[in-house]
């Protein structure tokens, strides 16, 4: 049974920094590609950022360049590190892992930007 919890969601200002993050447990972690993924209120689910196990990273047009992807496999941890955060970042971020053919998510945390 694969679990990712995430943590470190909250209410920040536009300008600020963040970081949050998400723990896996029940499988190999090493092994896996990790995402970020986020749904804003009335939106369809985002990509946002995506790790290999290879540490090869990607990121969504509207993030790249503020947003940092990265992973930590002795801590079975993936973070994303958020800076210069906008309003429109405001959204429910999930974690993802992808393991050979299946695909596993995490229950979100919320991220609120004021402006």
């Known amino acids: 049974q694969v679990q990712l919890v995430e943590s470190g969601g909250g209410l920040v200002q536009a300008g600020e920094s963040l970081r949050i993050s998400c723990a896996a447990s029940?499988?190999?972690?090493?092994?896996?590609?990790m995402g970020w993924y986020r749904q804003a209120p009335g939106k369809q689910r985002e990509f946002v950022a995506r790790?290999?196990?290879?540490?090869?990273?990607n990121y969504g047009g509207s993030v790249k360049g503020r947003f940092t992807i990265s992973r930590d496999n002795a801590k079975n941890t993936v973070y994303l590190q958020m800076n210069s955060l906008k309003p429109d970042d405001t959204a429910v971020y999930y974690c993802?892992?992808?393991?050979?053919?299946?695909?596993?998510w995490g229950q979100g945390t919320q991220v609120t930007v004021s402006s």
């Open positions: 993802n892992m992808v393991a050979i053919t299946e695909s596993y």
């Open positions: 790790i290999t196990a290879g540490n090869t990273t």
């Open positions: 029940g499988r190999d972690f090493s092994a896996g590609s």
